[in-house]
């Protein structure tokens, strides 16, 4: 399994909640597109639609599940608009899986928007969420709970080309009563 190398924090702006809920464009090219807005209408290819995350078996995707790891529950996650959430009361070790919509390659630069509701739990731990495409994690952040609120938009590199319909898998381990949010996965630079 190889790891991503580098993510970073693109920063947030008041364009960002238009983005994050902007309507699916029609599909052209490797895969579908969508408005990225704020720039005029430029279109980005679209490599995983937030609202298209299904459940997976716990040791789906590159992480090793913990012994009392069980499939979540269907009220432990939804989708919403163009988002897709889970609710860590009742998907403690969360896998969903899909498979992506266009072909990516080695160092593709992708952007994505997290956003979490304040962070709770009774007992102070760290959260991962994650995702990866096939056995390659892309982009995995630890986060201090309980925590603040945040709207994170964020950026990753792929670690290794991936055709299309690869598995993309993503991943949160969370023990507190946390909600988790994630939009779509765009490549940045069309």
């Not at 699916?24 to 005029?40: F, N, T, V, Y």
């Not at 040791?59 to 163009?82: F, H, S, V």
């Not at 928007?113 to 630890?142: N, S």
Request: charged letters at 20%; glycine letters at 10%; one cysteine or more.
């Amino acid at each position: 399994m190889r790891r991503a190398p580098r993510c970073a924090l693109a920063g947030a702006g008041s364009a960002l909640a238009s983005w994050a809920l902007a309507a699916c464009g029609a599909p052209a090219g490797a895969g579908p597109e969508k408005d990225s807005g704020g720039d005029g209408g430029a279109r980005a290819p679209l490599l995983v639609e937030g609202v298209r995350w299904r459940p997976d078996a716990p040791d789906a995707g590159p992480w090793t599940p913990p012994a009392e790891a069980a499939n979540c529950t269907e009220e432990g996650w939804r989708t919403e608009a163009d988002f897709f959430e889970i609710q860590s009361d009742l998907c403690v070790w969360g896998v969903f899986s899909q498979p992506l919509l266009g072909d990516v390659a080695e160092g593709d630069r992708l952007r994505f928007v997290l956003w979490t509701e304040e962070l709770w739990a009774p007992v102070p731990y760290t959260a991962t969420f994650a995702f990866a495409f096939g056995d390659d994690i892309v982009w995995e952040q630890q986060f201090d709970v309980p925590g603040d609120s945040r709207i994170l938009e964020l950026e990753a590199w792929a670690p290794a080309a991936q055709p299309a319909g690869t598995l993309a898998t993503l991943h949160l381990d969370n023990h507190g009563i946390n909600s988790w949010r994630i939009n779509d996965i765009e490549l940045a630079d069309p």
